[in-house]
C-alpha cells in the first residue's frame, strides 16, 4: 500500500520553528508506524530524530502522536491508522519538552514517578524466608504492574497540560501499585501525601490516560481506587473528597445534583476565601440564566435511589 507520512519536524538548537515534512511510502500492509519510520530514516531522510529499542511492545520509547494521540509505533498498523486520503500524521508525545523531531524529554515524568517512592516499604524486620502474599492480592496488581512506562498516558492527559504540577496518571498508578500491595507498611502515609494538592483528586476523569494505554493499565481506574482507599482510612479534609461525599448525599436524598450546595460544601463552609471565589461563577451564571433552583426538590423516584445508596451502603 501507499501511504504519505506527514512528520513533525522541530530541532530547537537549529533556531527555527517546528515544520512538517512529508514522505510517501510503498509499504507492505503488515508494517507498523515504527517499521515505516525507520524505513524513511534508513532510506530517504537520516535526519529524522525517534527513539526505539525492543520492537515489540515491551520498552515502551517508541511511543508518539499518531494521528493526534499517543501509540506505541511498533505496535500501531498502518492500515489502522492511514486515512481515507492514505495520510497518517506523526507528532512527537504531548506534556513533555521535544529534544528533537519525535523524541521528547522524559526528566518530568521519571521525576513524578519518583516523587511517589516506587519501591515497598515493609514493616518491621524481613522474614525468615520470604513474604507470603496471598494470590488475590498479586492478582489485583497483575493489571497495574504492566505497565512499561511508555508515557502514552502522560502524553494525553488533559489535566497535565493546564497544570504542570499534577502527579499525572503513570506515576498515581504506580503509587496504587504499592498502596495496594498487602507487604507494604506505609500506605496510609502514601495515601496521605496522594490525597494533597496536584495528587489524586485533581484528575478530571476524561479518560485519555485510560484509552491511550496500550497495556491497559486502566490509570484513571487506579486513581479513583486509591481515592477510596484514602477517604476509607479518613482523609477526607480536602475539597476533592469533600465534593465526592457532598454529589452522593444529594443525589441519595433527592435522586439529582444540588448544584447551589455542591461547590459550597466542597470548598467547605468556613472557607470563606473559596467561597468568594464562587462569587463571579454565580455572577456569569445568573446572566447567563443558568442559576440551578434555590429550592431543591426530590425527583420523581428519588426513593428508588435512595434505596440503591442503602443497598451500597450495607453491602460495604
Ligand atoms: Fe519498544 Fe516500541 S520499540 S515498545
Redesign the pocket.
Known amino acids: 500500500m501507499q501511504v504519505s507520512f506527514k512528520v513533525r519536524r522541530f530541532d530547537p538548537e537549529a533556531g527555527k520553528p517546528p515544520y512538517y515534512d512529508q514522505y510517501t511510502l510503498d509499504v507492505p500492509d503488515y508494517f507498523t508506524v515504527?517499521d515505516a519510520l525507520l524505513q524513511v530514516r534508513d532510506e530517504v531522510d537520516g535526519s529524522l530524530a525517534l527513539r526505539?529499542?525492543?520492537?515489540?511492545?515491551?520498552?515502551?520509547?517508541?511511543a508518539m502522536h499518531i494521528n493526534g494521540h499517543a501509540h506505541?509505533?511498533?505496535?500501531s498498523r498502518i492500515q489502522n491508522f492511514a486515512s481515507k486520503t492514505g495520510e497518517i500524521v506523526v507528532e512527537p508525545m504531548g506534556n513533555m519538552p521535544v529534544i528533537k523531531d519525535l523524541v521528547v524529554e522524559m526528566k518530568p515524568f521519571w521525576s513524578k514517578v519518583q516523587a511517589v517512592t516506587p519501591w515497598l516499604i515493609p514493616e518491621g524486620p524481613p522474614p525468615q524466608r520470604e513474604y507470603v502474599v496471598p494470590n488475590s492480592a498479586m492478582l489485583e496488581l497483575a493489571g497495574v504492574m504492566n505497565c512499561?512506562m511508555?508515557g502514552c498516558c502522560v502524553s494525553d492527559c488533559t489535566v497535565l497540560t493546564v497544570d504542570k504540577s499534577f502527579l499525572a496518571p503513570a506515576a498515581l498508578a504506580k503509587a496504587y501499585r504499592f498502596v495496594a500491595d498487602p507487604r507494604d507498611g506505609v500506605s496510609e502515609e502514601r495515601l496521605r501525601e496522594l490525597s494533597k494538592r496536584s495528587g489524586i483528586w485533581d484528575c478530571t476523569r476524561c479518560f485519555e490516560c485510560v484509552q491511550q494505554c496500550p497495556k491497559n493499565v486502566a490509570p484513571m481506574e487506579r486513581i479513583l481506587a486509591l481515592r477510596a482507599k484514602a477517604m476509607e482510612v479518613g482523609f477526607t479534609n480536602n475539597i476533592g473528597s469533600r465534593h465526592s461525599e457532598s454529589i452522593a448525599r444529594s443525589v441519595k436524598h433527592s435522586g439529582w445534583l444540588d448544584e447551589l450546595r455542591v461547590p459550597i460544601e466542597s470548598a467547605g463552609l468556613f472557607n470563606i476565601k473559596a467561597l468568594i471565589g464562587y462569587i463571579p461563577v454565580g455572577f456569569r451564571a445568573l446572566v447567563k440564566g443558568k442559576v440551578p433552583p434555590i429550592i431543591h426538590r426530590p425527583r420523581p423516584g428519588a426513593d428508588s435511589v435512595k434505596r440503591i445508596f442503602e443497598k451500597l451502603e450495607v453491602r460495604k
Open positions: 515504527l526505539c529499542s525492543c520492537r515489540s511492545a515491551i520498552c515502551g520509547s517508541c506505541l509505533a511498533c505496535k512499561i511508555c
